[in-house]
Nanobody, 123 residues
């Protein structure tokens, strides 16, 4: 069982930047896709970004494409989400999750989840 812990959230003004981190412990995660999801108040959790096991392939939701960058450091068991040009609609709790061997945006395809980190973007 892998444990995931997110950090780096906070309050930022629109147009600002934040970098989220996700630390994995337990069994190695280097063989699996990793993903970031978010959940805004009153809404369902939605896919944000995913990265392949080796970091070669990335995938983004249309709403964040060009503004967010997902990366990973397998030597440190870390996954990151660099968020720029933040908008109020980016507000929510951000979760990282461990996926499988294939790229997917479906929440049900992801296994272990972190507890989330709050991101609030003020206008």
């Amino acid at each position: 069982q892998v444990q995931l812990v997110e950090s780096g959230g906070g309050l930022v003004q629109a147009g600002g930047s934040l970098r989220l981190s996700c630390a994995a412990s337990g069994r190695t995660f280097k063989d699996y896709y990793m993903g970031w999801f978010r959940q805004a108040p009153g809404k369902e959790r939605e896919f944000v970004a995913a990265i392949s096991s080796g970091g070669t392939f990335t995938r983004y939701a249309d709403s964040v494409k060009g503004r967010f960058t997902i990366s990973r450091d397998n030597a440190k068991n870390m996954v990151y989400l660099q968020m720029s040009s933040l908008k109020p609609e980016d507000t929510g709790v951000y979760y990282c999750a461990i996926g499988g061997p294939f790229s997917t945006t479906r929440e049900s395809d992801y296994g272990s989840w972190g507890q989330g980190t709050q991101v609030t973007v003020s206008s």
